[in-house]
C-alpha cells in the first residue's frame, strides 16, 4: 500500500508541475484566454496542495 501512496504523491506533483508549464507555453503562444489559463493553474495548485496535505504524519495530527 505504500507504494500506492508514493505513486499518487509522485502523480499529484508531476500533474501540479505541468500546469505550470502548460500555462506558461500557451500563454507565450497566445492560444488560450486568461480564463484558461487561471483554470489549469488553479488545477496545479489543487493537485500540489493534495501532494503537500497526503505526506502530514498521524502523529502531527495529533498534536493539533
Keep these: 500500500m505504500k507504494k500506492y501512496g508514493a505513486l499518487i504523491d509522485l502523480v499529484l506533483k508531476a500533474v501540479g ?14 492560444v488560450a484566454t486568461s480564463e484558461t489559463l487561471i483554470m489549469l493553474l488553479g488545477i496545479g495548485v489543487f493537485c ?3 501532494a503537500a496535505l497526503s505526506n502530514v504524519k498521524e502523529d502531527e495530527l495529533d498534536k493539533l
Design 17 to 30: 508541475m505541468a500546469m505550470g508549464v502548460v500555462t506558461v507555453v500557451i500563454s507565450i503562444l497566445g
Design 48 to 50: 500540489l496542495g493534495l
